[in-house]
């Protein structure tokens, strides 16, 4: 008797700030779903897990901090600063997390992948060399930054831009509201999904990337220059992975060398999720793992959140092995 | 000439002088074999001897000792980590070099192990049933493969891929479970292990005190190597037998496996349960070894260690992945002055072996032959492209 | 060719298991040349290099100015540091206590700094009556495992659960309180302590996760129980983002927190937010401290003595004062370090018979975050 009512309260536990949970678990979904975008496209080309990508996204967010420091916005209780200045500063740090993202992401494919892929190498070794980049890469941060936390500015002045109150109509769950910056990171993810699907469905790269992921021997007879396709496509993935860092840098307080793994592990996650090799599926996966890891942090206490992640991926796995929407970037969406 | 030609070039040599020493090591494996039977026994003996009296050996002039240096950790505590990491190793090949199941979670079988100990055995457990060190083992070795048969069910069904991120997610959901339960005591751990049972012999120093215990954890090590040499026999014997040969089928090509007749879901399971089990058996010996066991000792990042030195070492080669681990956890022990620049080298020497050498440093000779395969397979595409 | 590389294995094989055999002397290794030819030594054993090598640092560094101090004041008597870098892994400690204490010539132990390790070799520290006295490590139950040998130089966090509590009931007259722990040793002990404290006054208590970032779902709860008071039990590297969550989830409760987020990781982290906080802690201001340490320290090092700075120093003092009275043995150290009684630079210290600080002289201190600077406010009564 004592568990159904432990669960009855913990269901009413988790329905009366539901409404919260919703929403934040949206908003990291959506950054999930920006990273996970970079495993997708990836693994659609080269059906290749790029272990490396978390620090793809690490090397983003530190380059972007690192630049707004260098312009006097370190971290700390400054001030917000004028409107412009703070598009600017944003629209400077996306510039500079794509520029560190893509180039991270480039050297990554060019030293740890490519000499592999010119002999043929079972993909096991590929992760293997990966999880060195992944290692090496975090290391190098870590060592720059002394190891320390780095603190983010505070750019965006945080404020609740619509608030609902569900009691109205007479639902007993908490009110709550959405801000400014929750909408934005909501947005980003969905702008750049769109983005990146136009670009891979409406201009010649793009189907140069979709013609080597259905078929890589026939694209070459079709002149389609393979090595330039696949940076094309790390490229891509760093530049999603910029901008998940700038949002990541707008939301928390706080980066670390060592935060790379379990974000990243999370956004392969929500890729899997989704279905990997699908833009679609990197989306909706992010979003559905945000959504569901909050929920389960409301219902069994938060010290249990990562637990419902793993444990809805290894459902979703062993009935659907292939995801929410399907996989493969080249059949199921060309 | 253009830089990029330049190191065109240099990479070109490095690789032939590879290939010159893959081909010396293939050699020295010929002559090994060629040697008389009498003459194999006596080497291989005075190896044993060799690696059983590591702990007290010094040799002048050559500080091989993690002790030797200064803040340096105890020799006999460090081999037995390595020894007890060993173990996990020879596990885990079986799942990734035999089977070429791809496991990232293989320390949730470890932890398994190490909490069976601490919970059957250790006074501060809930279960508290103190049950001595000779119980509390197969106790741990069954749940362990108990676990791997849970988890390969569902599982193994699926793709690589997918496989490699379920046992990451299960490595996980098991470490989470022992930081917040209650029964496994969260990061304060359980104490108080049970030991293996003996003392001291007649002769020694330390004559007739307990001969496992947390002050010396060389007796630990000695034990985990004679575990070592039964397990490789075991493993040995199981890799000649049928169950041997489905795994290279199914590693090999598991549709064709398949249609000849091989039982692949039942096999892999078996690959799985058996690894599962040495990786119970060596969380066990850890667990014991330190005295202690808490959630902080389990970490991803360790099982992804795990795999790399498997790899590094070269996946299906016993001896291959015992030199791998050793390297992996030697290496940063010995050198601690670089303490905090080792895992920068570590990540860095795995890429460049992988890239150099993705057979790992000693490869079995069938994978080796395997890569050899592709690689011309390679060769021969950009040719024809 | 055969012939020859046959002899060669054999040789090698023969002569490294004569070697071995032979070789099987430890007792040699401990008369070590260098070091300065000081006849004994001391340890610290924390974490110096890793993740937390943050913590230790302060803890390394306070102990080598005492031991540089004395080794100016007292050269004959002088002492050699052993830096033992446990990373504040539990499961390489150990082997450094095994080292440590095969060395016959290392009297004493400052450390382990955390509580995990200290869990874990405090066995071994004692089977080699190896007098140790951490500066940091807080858990109640290290004391009670019937070790000798263990001693530490600040109170445990049941020294300040409880006065936590009576201050967030008496002088704050919180009649709501949210707990919130890190799952870590030292929060879910100091939480526990508190949790007993304040009674009926907790309304709900949940966990963070280590290394988490993301305190939203977290927030969202606590501001659904409207609590006077947010004590959360852990370290600033959570501490300071947890603060800002909350604050921008709109919580208003006052937030407490103690002595581990006493960092100016927790005010960069907590940024605004950090204004307002309170935390306690059970260590003397550093103004209020007595002496010339934190000049000292400063001079050195060029920077502020950190958290446990003092403890250390007064941890390493207990040690070479006994090496300047003459002490020459484990067994005559512990004797020194039991009878001890004298004023340190952090606390009066004097330790009781389980090896924590004397009861009567604990103080808890409480201080305040002003203008993104911690400023002592006063001593709990």
Same mark, same amino acid.
């Given at each position: 008797?004592?568990?159904?009512?432990?669960?009855?309260?913990?269901?009413?536990?988790?329905?009366?700030?539901?409404?919260?949970?919703?929403?934040?678990?949206?908003?990291?979904?959506?950054?999930?779903?920006?990273?996970?975008?970079?495993?997708?496209?990836?693994?659609?080309?080269?059906?290749?897990?790029?272990?490396?990508?978390?620090?793809?996204?690490?090397?983003? +967010?530190?380059?972007?901090?690192?630049?707004?420091?260098?312009?006097?916005?370190?971290?700390?209780?400054?001030?917000?600063?004028?409107?412009?200045?703070?598009?600017?500063?944003?629209?400077?740090?996306?510039?500079?997390?794509?520029?560190?993202?893509?180039?991270?992401?480039?050297? /990554?494919?060019?030293?740890?992948?490519?000499?592999?892929?010119?002999?043929?190498?079972?993909?096991?070794?590929?992760?293997?060399?990966?999880?060195?980049?992944?290692?090496?890469?975090?290391?190098?941060?870590?060592?720059?930054?002394?190891?320390?936390?780095?603190?983010?500015?505070?750019?965006?002045?945080?404020?609740?831009?619509?608030?609902?109150?569900?009691?109205?109509?007479?639902?007993?769950?908490?009110?709550?509201?959405?801000?400014?910056?929750?909408?934005?990171?909501?947005?980003?993810?969905?702008?750049?999904?769109?983005?990146?699907?136009?670009?891979?469905?409406?201009?010649?790269?793009?189907?140069?990337?979709?013609? #080597?992921?259905?078929?890589?021997?026939?694209?070459?007879?079709?002149?389609?220059?393979?090595?330039?396709?696949?940076?094309?496509?790390?490229?891509?993935?760093?530049?999603?992975?910029?901008?998940?860092?700038?949002?990541?840098?707008?939301?928390?307080?706080?980066?670390?060398?060592?935060?790379?793994?379990?974000?990243?592990?999370?956004?392969?996650?929500?890729?899997?999720?989704?279905?990997? *090799?699908?833009?679609?599926?990197?989306?909706?996966?992010?979003?559905?793992? *945000?959504?569901?890891?909050?929920?389960?942090?409301?219902?069994?206490?938060?010290?249990?959140?990562?637990?419902?992640?793993?444990?809805?991926?290894?459902?979703?796995?062993?009935?659907?092995?292939?995801?929410?929407?399907?996989?493969?970037?080249?059949?199921?969406?060309? | 000439?253009?830089?990029?030609?330049?190191?065109?070039?240099?990479?070109?040599?490095?690789?032939?002088?590879?290939?010159?020493?893959? =081909?010396?090591?293939?050699?020295?494996?010929?002559?090994?074999?060629?040697?008389?039977?009498?003459?194999?026994?006596?080497?291989?003996?005075?190896?044993?001897?060799?690696?059983?009296?590591?702990?007290?050996?010094?040799?002048?002039? /050559?500080?091989?000792?993690?002790?030797?240096?200064?803040?340096?950790?105890?020799?006999?505590?460090?081999?037995?980590?390595?020894?007890?990491?060993?173990?996990?190793?020879?596990?885990?090949?079986?799942?990734?070099?035999?089977?070429?199941?791809?496991?990232?979670?293989?320390?949730?079988?470890?932890?398994?192990?190490?909490?069976?100990?601490?919970?059957?055995?250790?006074?501060?457990? /809930?279960?508290?049933?103190?049950?001595?060190?000779?119980?509390?083992?197969?106790?741990?070795? +069954?749940?362990?493969?108990?676990?791997?048969?849970?988890?390969?069910?569902?599982?193994?069904?699926?793709?690589?891929?997918?496989?490699?991120?379920?046992?990451?997610?299960?490595?996980?959901?098991?470490?989470?479970?022992?930081?917040?339960?209650?029964?496994?005591?969260?990061?304060?751990?359980?104490?108080?292990?049970?030991?293996?049972?003996?003392?001291?012999?007649?002769?020694?120093?330390?004559?007739?005190?307990?001969?496992?215990?947390?002050?010396?954890?060389?007796?630990?090590?000695?034990?985990?190597?004679?575990?070592?040499?039964?397990?490789?026999?075991?493993?040995?014997?199981?890799?000649?037998?049928? #169950?041997?040969?489905?795994?290279?089928?199914?590693?090999?090509?598991?549709?064709?496996?398949?249609?000849?007749?091989?039982?692949?879901?039942?096999?892999?399971?078996?690959?799985?349960?058996?690894?599962?089990?040495?990786?119970?058996?060596?969380?066990?010996?850890?667990?014991?070894?330190?005295?202690?066991?808490? =959630?902080?000792?389990?970490?991803?990042?360790?099982?992804?260690?795990? #795999?790399?030195?498997?790899?590094?070492?070269?996946?299906?080669?016993?001896?291959?992945?015992?030199?791998?681990?050793?390297?992996?956890?030697?290496?940063?022990?010995?050198?601690?002055?670089?303490?905090?620049?080792?895992?920068?080298?570590?990540?860095?020497?795995?890429?460049?072996?992988?890239?150099?050498?993705?057979?790992?440093?000693?490869?079995?000779?069938?994978?080796?032959?395997?890569?050899?395969?592709?690689?011309?397979?390679?060769?021969?595409?950009?040719?024809?492209? | 060719?055969?012939?020859?590389?046959?002899?060669?294995?054999?040789?090698?094989?023969?002569?490294?298991?004569?070697?071995?055999?032979?070789?099987?002397?430890?007792?040699?290794?401990?008369?070590?040349?260098?070091?300065?030819?000081?006849?004994?030594?001391?340890?610290?054993?924390?974490?110096?290099?890793?993740?937390?090598?943050?913590?230790?640092?302060?803890?390394?560094?306070?102990?080598?100015?005492?031991?540089?101090?004395?080794?100016?004041?007292?050269? +004959?008597?002088?002492?050699?540091?052993?830096?033992?870098?446990?990373?504040?892994?539990?499961?390489?400690?150990?082997?450094?206590?095994?080292?440590?204490?095969?060395?016959?010539?290392?009297?004493?132990?400052?450390?382990?700094?955390?509580?995990?390790?200290?869990?874990?070799?405090?066995?071994?520290?004692?089977?080699?009556?190896?007098?140790?006295?951490?500066?940091?490590?807080?858990?109640?139950?290290?004391?009670?495992?019937?070790?000798?040998?263990?001693?530490?130089?600040?109170?445990?966090?049941?020294?300040?659960?409880?006065?936590?509590?009576?201050? /967030?009931?008496?002088?704050?007259?919180?009649?709501?309180?949210?707990?919130?722990?890190?799952?870590?040793?030292?929060?879910?002990?100091?939480?526990?302590?508190?949790?007993?404290?304040?009674?009926?006054?907790?309304?709900?208590?949940?966990?963070?996760?280590?290394?988490?970032?993301?305190?939203?779902?977290?927030?969202?709860?606590?501001?659904?129980?409207?609590?006077?008071?947010?004590?959360?039990?852990?370290?600033?590297?959570?501490?300071?983002?947890?603060?800002?969550?909350?604050?921008?989830?709109?919580?208003?409760?006052?937030?407490?927190?103690?002595?581990?987020?006493?960092?100016?990781?927790?005010?960069?982290?907590?940024?605004?937010?950090?204004?307002?906080?309170?935390?306690?802690?059970?260590?003397?201001?550093?103004?209020?401290?007595?002496?010339?340490?934190?000049?000292?320290?400063?001079?050195?090092?060029?920077?502020?003595?950190?958290?446990?700075?003092?403890?250390?120093?007064?941890?390493?003092?207990?040690?070479?004062?006994?090496?300047?009275?003459?002490?020459?043995?484990?067994?005559?150290?512990?004797?020194?370090?039991?009878?001890?009684?004298?004023?340190?630079?952090?606390?009066?210290?004097?330790?009781?018979?389980?090896?924590?600080?004397?009861?009567?002289?604990?103080?808890?201190?409480?201080?305040?975050?002003?203008?993104?600077?911690?400023?002592?406010?006063?001593?709990?009564?």
């Amino acid at each position: 008797m004592d568990f159904f009512q432990g669960m009855a309260d913990n269901f009413s536990n988790l329905w009366t700030i539901i409404g919260d949970l919703t929403v934040t678990g949206l908003t990291q979904g959506a950054i999930y779903a920006l990273i996970a975008l970079g495993y997708t496209l990836v693994y659609g080309v080269l059906q290749l897990i790029n272990f490396a990508h978390s620090e793809v996204f690490l090397v983003g +967010a530190f380059g972007s901090v690192m630049v707004w420091g260098w312009l006097g916005y370190s971290s700390g209780a400054a001030a917000v600063p004028p409107l412009l200045v703070v598009i600017g500063m944003l629209l400077l740090g996306a510039v500079t997390a794509s520029i560190f993202s893509g180039g991270t992401a480039l050297i /990554i494919e060019r030293v740890a992948y490519r000499p592999l892929r010119r002999k043929n190498a079972p993909r096991l070794i590929f992760l293997i060399t990966a999880i060195g980049a992944s290692v090496a890469i975090s290391e190098i941060v870590g060592l720059l930054v002394d190891r320390k936390v780095v603190s983010t500015p505070a750019l965006v002045h945080q404020k609740f831009q619509v608030w609902f109150d569900p009691s109205d109509i007479g639902l007993n769950i908490n009110s709550f509201g959405i801000t400014n910056l929750q909408i934005g990171i909501v947005l980003c993810a969905i702008g750049m999904w769109l983005a990146l699907d136009l670009f891979l469905n409406r201009t010649k790269f793009g189907l140069g990337i979709r013609s #080597v992921a259905q078929d890589e021997d026939t694209a070459a007879l079709m002149g389609v220059n393979k090595d330039r396709v696949i940076m094309l496509t790390f490229l891509l993935g760093g530049l999603a992975a910029g901008v998940a860092a700038v949002l990541y840098n707008l939301k928390f307080p706080q980066i670390t060398f060592d935060m790379g793994f379990l974000l990243g592990i999370k956004a392969f996650t929500a890729a899997v999720l989704g279905g990997i *090799g699908n833009l679609r599926g990197a989306l909706v996966g992010g979003l559905v793992l *945000g959504l569901v890891e909050n929920w389960g942090a409301g219902f069994f206490g938060n010290d249990w959140m990562n637990v419902t992640a793993f444990v809805v991926l290894v459902v979703v796995l062993m009935f659907r092995p292939t995801g929410i929407l399907g996989d493969s970037l080249g059949k199921a969406r060309a | 000439m253009t830089l990029t030609d330049k190191l065109r070039t240099a990479g070109q040599k490095i690789r032939t002088a590879d290939e010159k020493r893959a =081909s010396f090591i293939q050699g020295a494996r010929g002559r090994w074999h060629d040697l008389p039977k009498a003459w194999r026994i006596a080497a291989a003996l005075a190896g044993v001897v060799v690696l059983f009296a590591l702990p007290n050996l010094y040799i002048p002039g /050559i500080p091989f000792r993690t002790d030797e240096v200064d803040g340096g950790n105890s020799f006999g505590f460090v081999l037995s980590t390595i020894a007890i990491y060993v173990l996990v190793a020879i596990g885990l090949n079986v799942v990734i070099g035999m089977a070429g199941l791809l496991d990232l979670g293989y320390i949730g079988f470890y932890a398994v192990g190490a909490y069976s100990v601490a919970l059957f055995g250790s006074p501060q457990s /809930i279960v508290a049933t103190k049950f001595p060190w000779l119980i509390c083992v197969p106790i741990a070795i +069954a749940l362990a493969m108990v676990s791997g048969v849970i988890l390969g069910t569902p599982t193994l069904r699926l793709r690589g891929d997918y496989l490699a991120i379920v046992t990451l997610g299960f490595g996980e959901i098991v470490r989470l479970i022992a930081v917040n339960a209650e029964f496994t005591n969260g990061t304060s751990g359980l104490g108080g292990m049970p030991t293996p049972p003996g003392t001291w012999p007649a002769g020694t120093e330390l004559e007739g005190t307990k001969l496992f215990s947390v002050n010396d954890s060389r007796p630990f090590y000695w034990l985990t190597l004679v575990l070592i040499f039964a397990v490789i026999f075991g493993v040995k014997q199981l890799e000649r037998s049928r #169950v041997g040969r489905s795994w290279l089928a199914l590693r090999e090509d598991e549709d064709a496996a398949s249609l000849m007749g091989v039982a692949t879901f039942q096999f892999k399971l078996w690959a799985f349960a058996i690894g599962a089990g040495i990786g119970g058996l060596s969380g066990a010996m850890f667990a014991s070894r330190n005295g202690h066991f808490g =959630s902080n000792s389990i970490t991803l990042l360790l099982s992804i260690m795990f #795999v790399a030195a498997v790899v590094l070492g070269g996946q299906g080669n016993i001896l291959g992945v015992t030199v791998g681990t050793v390297l992996a956890f030697y290496l940063p022990e010995r050198f601690r002055s670089f303490a905090d620049k080792r895992d920068l080298i570590f990540g860095l020497a795995l890429i460049l072996i992988m890239v150099l050498r993705p057979q790992g440093l000693l490869p079995s000779r069938r994978r080796a032959r395997e890569l050899a395969d592709r690689r011309q397979e390679a060769k021969e595409a950009t040719i024809v492209g | 060719m055969r012939r020859t590389l046959v002899r060669t294995l054999t040789g090698v094989a023969v002569a490294a298991a004569l070697i071995g055999t032979a070789a099987c002397a430890p007792a040699d290794k401990s008369d070590d040349t260098g070091s300065g030819g000081c006849t004994y030594k001391i340890a610290m054993m924390g974490p110096i290099t890793g993740p937390n090598a943050g913590l230790g640092k302060p803890i390394l560094e306070s102990v080598k100015l005492a031991v540089d101090q004395h080794n100016k004041k007292d050269a +004959a008597h002088c002492v050699t540091l052993v830096e033992s870098d446990d990373k504040g892994d539990e499961a390489v400690a150990p082997g450094l206590a095994q080292q440590l204490v095969q060395d016959q010539k290392v009297l004493g132990v400052v450390g382990p700094a955390f509580s995990g390790p200290t869990k874990a070799s405090g066995q071994i520290f004692e089977d080699g009556a190896l007098p140790i006295i951490s500066a940091s490590a807080t858990r109640p139950d290290l004391a009670d495992n019937g070790w000798k040998t263990f001693h530490r130089s600040l109170g445990n966090d049941a020294s300040q659960g409880p006065a936590v509590g009576k201050f /967030i009931k008496d002088t704050l007259k919180a009649a709501k309180v949210f707990l919130i722990d890190d799952k870590s040793e030292y929060g879910t002990g100091l939480a526990d302590q508190a949790a007993t404290a304040l009674g009926s006054a907790v309304v709900d208590r949940q966990s963070i996760q280590p290394k988490q970032t993301d305190f939203s779902a977290i927030a969202s709860a606590v501001n659904a129980a409207k609590p006077d008071v947010v004590f959360f039990a852990g370290y600033y590297a959570e501490g300071g983002p947890l603060a800002k969550a909350l604050k921008t989830a709109g919580v208003t409760a006052t937030f407490v927190g103690p002595d581990g987020i006493k960092d100016q990781g927790f005010i960069d982290g907590a940024a605004d937010a950090a204004d307002g906080s309170i935390i306690t802690c059970p260590c003397v201001p550093a103004e209020k401290a007595t002496g010339t340490f934190a000049a000292d320290y400063k001079a050195m090092f060029g920077a502020d003595a950190g958290t446990y700075g003092a403890e250390a120093y007064d941890a390493a003092t207990v040690f070479l004062t006994g090496i300047s009275a003459g002490v020459d043995s484990r067994a005559k150290m512990l004797e020194h370090v039991n009878a001890y009684d004298a004023p340190g630079v952090s606390k009066h210290i004097k330790f009781d018979d389980k090896g924590e600080i004397d009861k009567s002289v604990i103080v808890i201190w409480t201080y305040d975050v002003v203008d993104g600077k911690i400023v002592a406010r006063e001593p709990i009564q």
